[in-house]
């Protein structure tokens, strides 16, 4: 099994659509994250589960709306999106430490592009 | 406010040595983090420095200074398999991650 599973890969989506960004680990961690990816730029950290609770990020725009149902799995509903939204969406997992050797492992990514 | 700089290309020859320079100004320092992510693939993990030195660990080596704020990735006996992008990113006081935009390196030939 790919360790972190991301679907769909491609997602093309109008400015009126809701669709879901989805995102499953098959490593046991106790922590989840939504980056966003756009080009030449460093990635932007949306979203952490720890635990299964979710840690705020206050300037991520209500439009993205995370949702973890399970320590394994972490959702990203989108509705009303821009066309600046358009990026790669990256999941990742990790066992969060005490010695802050934090080590990420991350999905492929799902390619969104809003029209 | 923090941030990490790095270069935003570099190119290399097949088989010879190429350094990647990342700098950094954050709250605090509790590790340095290098990835390697190619084209339409996931960024997978290739070191961790929280100590002034050199990590080496095959072709690929990591260096921290932290009184400079600064680490370079070296990488021996380049192969066209290591054209990717490299990404700097940097554990604040706060435990976040603050991320460089990241290198691409290009392997010719």
């Known amino acids: 099994d790919t360790e972190v599973t991301q679907t769909p890969k491609h997602l093309v989506m109008g400015m009126t659509n809701k669709k879901s960004l989805k995102c499953e680990q098959h490593?046991?961690?106790?922590?989840m994250y939504w980056y966003k990816q756009s080009a030449k730029k460093p990635l932007e950290l949306m979203f952490v589960?720890?635990?299964?609770?979710?840690?705020e990020n206050n300037s991520v725009p209500s439009r993205f709306s995370p949702e973890c149902p399970n320590s394994s799995l972490l959702n990203l509903h989108l509705h009303a999106l821009q066309p600046e939204d358009s990026a790669l969406y990256l999941c990742a997992s990790s066992q969060e430490e005490s010695s802050g050797a934090n080590v990420l492992t991350f999905g492929a990514g799902s390619r969104l592009t809003v029209l | 406010g923090q941030n990490i700089d790095q270069p935003t290309e570099m190119t290399a020859t097949e088989g010879a040595i190429v350094q990647i320079n990342c700098t950094y100004q954050?709250?605090?320092?509790?590790?340095l983090f290098w990835y390697q992510q190619h084209a339409g693939e996931a960024p997978t993990f290739l070191s961790y420095?929280?100590l002034d030195g050199l990590e080496e660990k095959g072709r690929f080596s990591s260096f921290l200074s932290r009184s400079k704020g600064y680490s370079y990735l070296l990488l021996k006996e380049l192969q066209m398999k290591d054209s990717a992008s490299y990404l700097c990113?940097?554990?604040?006081?706060?435990?976040?991650?603050?991320w460089g935009a990241g290198t691409k390196l290009i392997i010719k030939p």
């Open positions: 954050t709250s605090g320092f509790n590790g």
């Open positions: 589960y720890s635990l299964e609770e979710r840690v």
């Open positions: 490593l046991g961690h106790n922590a």
């Open positions: 420095n929280v």
């Open positions: 990113a940097v554990m604040d006081s706060n435990y976040q991650l603050i």
